[in-house]
């Protein structure tokens, strides 16, 4: 089964499950929902698109860093002539003295993520292209997180998902330690009596803009013991780490 592995990272990312418009929540890692969408989005595909071939694929997260959960506390509409108060869904507006409307937006700070996409070709083949050369900005669950890294980071595997316990980990290494522990999400029991971590909401069936609709998932979730030398750094250390890793599958 061919895979890729993607990398998330950046000062901010959101993964919304289950918010409302007034409180904007996001997942402790990217949702299969947000992986899609950005499969969908490099591809060039409209929101009533077809998603059957991207929700066949299996995805794989491993939590390089947790990041830092960030409230963003936002004001729409305050202090508006009536004519531009918000609007109600039957068309009127708001009063001036009651136009405020209060959100909360949560985010990760700081967090990274490596991803394993495994399927069967040609839809890996196609997703790897779209990676290269994207049709549509990509972002990290909303438009005001671009990444801060490659998005592709590793292509033509064989067992994408296995490669995730050697691949470099986007963090420090810790002081005086041999191994590191790493979380990795999976779609289905990766071994028999894995319990079931979460139930998420966030299997896209259709993003149409007027007929958004999702099917509810379960979420398992292992930690896996890794050699502390995966541990790649930040910033300009984890780029040569990631220069030097794609070095050595380069064929001779």
């Not at 996409?117 to 196609?126: K, L, M, Y």
Request: net charge positive.
């Amino acid at each position: 089964m061919p895979g890729i592995l993607i990398h998330l990272s950046g000062p901010l990312m959101s993964f919304g499950e289950h918010g409302e418009f007034t409180e904007r929540d996001t997942h402790t890692r990217p949702t299969r929902s947000a992986l899609i969408g950005l499969l969908a989005a490099a591809d060039g595909r409209h929101r009533g698109a077809d998603l059957a071939d991207l929700r066949a694929l299996r995805y794989t997260v491993r939590t390089d860093r947790p990041g830092t959960r960030l409230v963003d506390f936002h004001t729409i509409g305050g202090g508006l002539p009536l004519h531009q108060a918000v609007p109600r869904a039957d068309g009127t507006r708001k009063p001036e003295n009651k136009a405020t409307v209060v959100t909360h937006r949560h985010y990760l700070a700081d967090a990274a993520f490596t991803v394993a996409i495994d399927g069967t070709d040609p839809t890996v083949s196609q997703a790897t292209a779209a990676l290269r050369a994207p049709r549509w900005p990509l972002y990290l669950g909303r438009r005001s997180c671009p990444p801060g890294s490659p998005l592709l980071v590793a292509t033509g595997l064989d067992d994408a998902a296995a490669a995730l316990t050697s691949f470099p980990i986007h963090r420090q290494r810790p002081y005086r330690t041999d191994t590191v522990t790493v979380d990795l999400a999976h779609a289905t029991p990766p071994t028999s009596g894995t319990p079931a971590r979460n139930r998420l909401a966030d299997n896209p069936v259709t993003f149409d803009e007027h007929h958004r609709a999702w099917d509810v998932r379960t979420e398992y979730v292992t930690t896996a013991t890794l050699p502390a030398n995966l541990c790649a750094g930040l910033g300009t250390d984890w780029l040569n780490a990631l220069a030097r890793h794609r070095a050595q599958e380069t064929p001779a």
